[in-house]
């Protein structure tokens, strides 16, 4: 139903990565100590640094090497990108780590407070079970809701597991982009603080175009960001290119680019819109958190009251 594949690095390893890089190992120095670390805990993590040392010695630069393996998603790799031609890679990893450890024991505890409605569910389902087979009555209902409770636990761990930026491109795919707020603020989010972050290391704007046309999965993307470069490398404006690209989703970005471009001070408004959106977003999401296994609740409950009635 989902890809669900994640990042080989954890914020463990990220974190260890950045601190073999701090302490004056180079990049493959750094990459060989990952892989011995990882010998015995992280077999494919193990494997893929293997690969990516011979990346290097084929002259690939360390975040060259680490995107052909599945080291980060899309948008770390970008981050990791501007961080390297900067010189600041190895601070760049251990803000990455940090995100990455938040966003795991968020993760983790929601998890867990499934978990405990889900023993509730499964207890009470049984429970029904064997009623049912004490007073001879069918037991099949209650062997279908059981089925139907595993596989909707299952679908919300897979849905806990998605990669945002798979999410993102299937909305691209299937244009549900335009109709869903909450996917329109969380693209705009990721894609124009890539393209601050590439804007304040000195790259020019059609090139910012072409290096975020990998960013997504999509075709449907990748066509709109060739738009938006064929406009930037004829001269036009970057509003004027973005709105032909049709990569501007909401009014307040649109006016946020429009002021910007013409005080000259376009970083500068569009890094405290990503300030306020990543506020926004992070309500959101916050959300989601609290009411998730509060719905679950009461689908325990429904259980246990129709044991129990």
Known sequence: MFDVSQ???????CRALATLLISGLDAQQALTALKIQSASSHVSLEKACSYALIELQNGASLTQALAKY??????QLEQLRVAELS???PSMLSSLATRIEKQHARTQKLKAQLKFS???IVIGLLANIFLAMVSHRSVWPQLCNLGLIVFITHVLYRVLAIDVFYLLAKAWTHQVLYQIRF????????WYSLWVLQSQ???DAAQIAANLRDLLPSAIYRHHS???QRHLEDGKSLLYSLSQAELILT???KQVLLVGEKSGELINYLKHHLTLEEQRLEIVIQAFYEWLPRMYYVLALGVVFDVVF
Do not use: D
């Open 70 to 75: 599945n080291f980060f998603n899309p948008y």
């Open 118 to 120: 889900q023993a509730i």
């Open 251 to 253: 009014p307040t970005l």
């Open 201 to 203: 290391a000195g790259i």
């Open 87 to 89: 010189g600041k890679l």
């Open 226 to 228: 060739r738009v938006c």
């Open 183 to 190: 996917l329109r603020h969380l693209f705009e989010y990721y």
């Open 7 to 13: 990042p080989l690095m954890s914020g463990h390893w």
